[in-house]
């Protein structure tokens, strides 16, 4: 097997000392490979993300992502340039005050020059069926609409790696069909958490849960 993108080993984790959340937790991502992170309410899964990318710092045990061990900030800060995640909750990704303003963001961040992003944003928001969204106050979009623009902002900076945190969330029928559709077109590697087992179905090929703490195999 080559090298995992995303590798966690031995994880232990709580918050603030409180019980454990991880606890010898062993996870990894392959190249190419579309893995759905299922679990309960509370058992993890937004927390193993968050480890991934080093928003958070386990108490025991390694993170390797892109074949080398991560540890500090400039570590995670590259992780999270290569590495794309959506948030599961959308005002914690949006923080401009137009949509094509949040989407501009990252792309900007990397360097890109302003007509590139000026396409790559146009190309995010028509993919997602939110052309004429570009001047709209973030802050007042309806929940699902939050969620779609939240989708542009992660795959405008087209990453190596998606991690998405309950991506279908707030979307309608028609939504979530765009978005297998979308996803379906792309060749990343990505991490899709979700309660939705038939969106699940659609875009991933294999499953992991997590239970007790730890993530196991199931498909
Ligand atoms: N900032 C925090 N401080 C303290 N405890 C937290 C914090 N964030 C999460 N937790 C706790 O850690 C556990 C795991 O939370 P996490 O959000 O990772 O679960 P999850 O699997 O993503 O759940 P859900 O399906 O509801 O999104 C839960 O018991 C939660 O209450
Ligand atoms: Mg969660």
């Known amino acids: 097997m080559s090298e995992p993108l995303i590798r966690l080993r031995n994880i232990d984790f709580s918050y603030n000392g409180r019980q454990p959340v991880l606890a010898g937790c062993d996870f990894s991502l392959q190249p190419g490979q579309?893995?759905?992170?299922?679990?309960?309410?509370?058992?993890?899964?937004?927390?193993?993300?968050?480890?991934?990318?080093?928003?958070?710092?386990p108490n025991v045990g390694s993170i390797e992502a892109f074949g080398k061990v991560r540890r500090n900030e400039a570590d995670f800060h590259e992780v999270r340039r290569r590495a794309g995640l959506l948030f599961q909750e959308a005002d914690d990704q949006l923080f401009c005050p137009t949509v094509a303003e949040d989407v501009a963001f990252g792309p900007l961040n990397l360097g890109k020059h302003r007509d590139e992003v000026r396409r790559i944003v146009a190309r995010v928001l028509h993919a997602l069926g939110l052309e004429g969204y570009q001047q709209r106050i973030t802050y007042k979009l309806s929940g699902g609409e939050k969620r779609l623009v939240t989708l542009a902002t992660v795959l405008a900076m087209e990453p190596e790696v998606l991690l998405l945190d309950e991506p279908v969330s707030a979307l309608d029928d028609e939504a979530t069909g765009r978005l297998v559709e979308i996803l379906a077109g792309l060749p990343q590697a990505m991490i899709v958490v979700s309660h939705d087992r038939e969106f699940l179905q659609r875009t991933t090929g294999s499953t992991v849960r997590l239970h007790g703490g730890k993530v196991e195999r199931i498909c």
């Open 34 to 57: 579309r893995l759905a992170l299922i679990g309960p309410n509370g058992s993890g899964k937004t927390t193993l993300l968050h480890l991934a990318v080093g928003l958070l710092r």
